[in-house]
């Protein structure tokens, strides 16, 4: 087994915690601008539906400051989980039928946490962090709407290797 900072691999298991200080300070930033926002609309005007808005949007990005700060990728022969806080993706690796690296612009994909979004005609779920490669991993079978997950890793090539072993027992993914 090897060790290296937060990775773990042996052989038959990949864990990896990916952080990232960019959108942690980003979510922390925005959440200190709408708490400021909204006490200075209390002190200068009461409570009024912009304070109301200024209040929901620090609680918005003080729960993406919280909930987003690490991503949990675990993969064995069987199953790839991916935990971003309280949300947990399952992909059974028998479901994998193909995966690559993501070269769509951050731009495109709406920043950091979890997104929905078509893309190349196909309807996608996002793991991302702002500064991290993402791999895709193409699904044989829809989850709900959902044909693909990207996912942001410091170790894309070991993932796509370690996919491609776990599948290709079965006979299926071309990563």
């Not at 729960?63 to 990728?73: A, K, Q, V, W």
């Not at 309807?123 to 996912?151: Q, S």
Request: glycine share 6%; charged share 20%.
């Amino acid at each position: 087994m090897r060790k290296q900072g937060k990775i773990m691999i042996d052989n038959h298991t990949y864990h990896e915690r990916v952080s990232s200080n960019k959108t942690e300070a980003l979510f922390l930033v925005l959440a200190l601008l709408f708490l400021l926002l909204s006490m200075w609309r209390v002190n200068a005007i009461g409570l009024d539906i912009a304070t109301a808005v200024f209040i929901c949007l620090f609680s918005f990005f003080l729960f993406y400051s919280l909930n987003y700060r690490t991503l949990i990728i675990r993969l064995t022969p069987k199953v790839l989980e991916l935990r971003f806080g309280l949300f947990t993706w399952t992909i059974p690796t028998e479901n994998i039928e193909n995966c690559f690296l993501d070269d769509t612009s951050m731009w495109r994909i709406g920043g950091a946490g979890i997104h929905f979004s078509p893309m190349h005609g196909r309807y996608r779920a996002m793991f991302n962090f702002l500064e991290h490669p993402r791999v895709v991993i193409a699904l044989k079978k829809k989850k709900g709407p959902v044909r693909d997950i990207a996912f942001s890793t410091h170790r894309p090539d070991e993932i796509l290797q370690f996919i491609q072993e776990a599948t290709s027992a079965q006979g299926a993914a071309r990563c």
